[in-house]
């Protein structure tokens, strides 16, 4: 007896079918005639309620909107204050802090990468150009230079320095190239 007690007395909840089952039987027919003129009553009275409260909502949107317009509010500036007050609330949770902090501590140490990463390139530079390779090198353009400017015409036969010696060849290239005052032949470009 307790087996078929419990069968009936189920404590799950509705699944979709038993829904959908409930939704199409007929219970009028275990209602007494007292009983649905009760409940078409109180049904009648429900749908009368719900209308008169949509009614007074829409009186109340309405004075909301006339208050807002005589105070200089608009859509626009509502936008703005709502924008403002969730960008502020957005800032104090403890999630925008920790991750505003994290991305600040990440580019510290992206700065600081950058830095070491042009300081070594920097001295790597400073490096190549003491090592004899860059030295020798160095004075083949500048004995190169120097024979370009005695057979061009030029007379500092100082040397002078890495960069005045590519700033003098630079130079007379430009004078060639724009038709300077000598054209040279291809014998002399033959070393």
């Known amino acids: ?43 009648v009275q429900l749908e009368d309620e719900i209308t008169t409260l949509r009614q007074v909502l829409s009186a109340k949107e309405r004075h909301l909107v006339e208050i807002k317009q005589k105070l200089g509010m608009n859509l626009m500036n509502e936008l703005k204050q709502n924008f403002s007050r969730s960008w502020h ?16 501590h990440a580019g510290q140490k992206a700065t600081a990468a950058f830095s070491n990463v042009g300081t070594a390139i920097s001295k790597k530079f400073g490096d190549m150009r003491n090592s004899p390779t860059f030295k020798s090198f160095e004075e083949r353009v500048e004995t190169t230079v120097t024979s ?18 590519l700033n003098s060849t630079a130079h007379a290239s430009s004078q060639n190239a724009s038709g300077g005052p000598r054209q040279t032949t291809d014998e002399e470009l033959q070393c």
């Open 1 to 43: 007896m307790e087996a078929q007690a419990q069968g009936l007395l189920e404590t799950e909840p509705l699944q979709g079918r038993d829904e959908d089952a409930i939704a199409s039987a007929d219970f009028s027919s275990m209602l007494s005639e007292e009983e649905k003129e009760e409940l078409k009553a109180e049904l």
């Open 89 to 104: 609330d957005m800032q104090t949770t403890t999630a925008y802090k920790k991750t505003h902090e994290t991305l600040s």
């Open 148 to 165: 370009l400017k005695t057979k061009v015409g030029g007379t500092n036969h100082s040397g002078g320095s890495f960069e005045e010696v």
